[in-house]
């Protein structure tokens, strides 16, 4: 049956009940149900919705005569309920704010504070999927000349900085790195990083006929693009993975080796970790496309800068995971980076 088929009752008791198993992980059962919410229910009544619950596929006994858990379906209603009111305490998301954007302007830092931020708020481990990389809007673009054969690069764009230094040859001086990069910001500032990377040849004839000494320039630019471009991987955040370890769930140690595989293998978390629109996305057990999640919870979502998808950023935990809280931050880091955004801009790509 649906969830538009419970009635008003079973809606109130099912949910209390996976509420007290999430933060308890206690089987439930009809005593502890009336004992922590529902006390001018007899436990008579609340067995039968129990029973009835289970015959519906939102519960499950794992032994005769045992309480019972929720099944996927029963944390599929659970979420759904959860997501239409979550909230989270305004001090707890003010922490998470500063970690992500204390005193830094360099992408990747970013990118790590926004990791650690959530690990450390939801205690479990966060994956930062760095998918949007060719949306990133460039602002500016800096060729610092620091000694003989060595420049710094200094790309800036709408979500942070990208830096790297890189050797170049003897013949470039500090004049032809700093008039380059007025040139190169003119012709680039406002476009996307797809721009820059899929007009290579043109823009190499342009500079060369502007003034050859600057096309050297434009290649390393090009070459610490490519760098960071390649390096990017998947940012998994370490902070959680303990308290992962620790839950029940974990005693297992097969599910805690599928789990621990996931998280050091990029092909699996490029798979999870891929989604569509701009909403949080919760896949619950075997709603899970990777088969060594089938007992686990995946919530995330994508960030999105000035209209364009940058990254994607998760949770992974037991399906009996604080589905509010999680939610909860993950929605508030998002409207944090789409409210970093400068408004529309005139960009190709």
């Known amino acids: 049956m649906d969830d538009v088929e419970l009635s008003n009752r079973k809606k109130v008791l099912l949910y209390n009940a996976i509420d007290n198993y999430i933060k308890l992980a206690s ?46 379906k029963g944390y599929r209603f659970f979420v759904d309920e959860t997501l239409k009111s979550a909230s ?22 970013i990118m790590d504070n926004i990791s650690r931020a959530i690990s450390s708020t939801t205690n479990y481990p966060t994956i930062l999927m ?8 460039i602002e500016n673009i800096k060729v610092i000349f620091l000694l003989s054969s060595q420049v710094l690069v200094l790309v ?16 470039l001086n500090r004049q032809d790195c700093d008039n380059a990069s007025n040139l190169l910001t003119s012709i680039f ?17 342009t500079i060369r006929r502007k003034m050859s000494e600057y096309e050297e320039v434009f290649d390393l630019v090009l070459k610490v693009v490519d760098i960071y471009y390649n390096d990017t991987k998947s940012k998994v955040s370490n902070q959680g993975i303990i308290r992962l370890l620790e839950s029940k769930e974990m005693e297992n140690i097969d599910k805690a080796k599928n789990i621990l595989t996931v998280l050091d ?5 490029k798979e999870i970790m891929n989604t569509e629109g701009e909403d949080i996305s919760v896949h619950i057990g075997r709603e899970n496309s990777n ?16 209209g364009k998808r940058i990254a994607t950023v998760g949770v992974i935990g037991p399906e009996r995971i604080d589905y509010a ?23 190709q790509t």
Do not use: W
């Not at 760095?130 to 809007?137: A, P, Q, R, S």
């Not at 939610?327 to 955004?341: H, I, N, P, Q």
């Open 291 to 306: 088969d060594k999640l089938k007992e686990c919870a995946v919530i995330k979502a994508p960030l999105v800068l000035d």
């Open 265 to 269: 293998d990029e092909d699996s978390l």
């Open 325 to 347: 809280t999680i939610s909860s931050v993950l929605k508030f880091v998002a409207d944090e980076v789409r409210s970093k955004g400068k408004g529309d801009r005139n960009e």
């Open 130 to 137: 760095f998918d949007g990389f060719d949306n990133l809007v």
């Open 156 to 171: 800036e764009t709408n979500a942070g900085a990208i830096s790297h230094t890189i050797s170049c040859s003897s013949s």
């Open 27 to 72: 089987p439930i059962t009809s005593l502890l149900v009336q004992q922590t919410n529902l006390h001018d229910l007899s436990t008579a009544t609340i067995r039968n919705e129990l029973n009835a619950l289970e015959a519906m596929g939102y519960l499950k006994q794992l032994h005769t005569s045992s309480g019972r858990v929720p099944t996927t």
């Open 189 to 205: 500032s406002g476009k996307s990083m797809k721009y820059l990377t899929s007009h290579v040849p043109e823009f190499s004839e």
């Open 88 to 109: 989270f305490d305004n001090a707890s998301l003010d922490e998470v704010k500063e970690k992500m954007f204390s005193r830094t302007s360099n992408l990747s830092e």
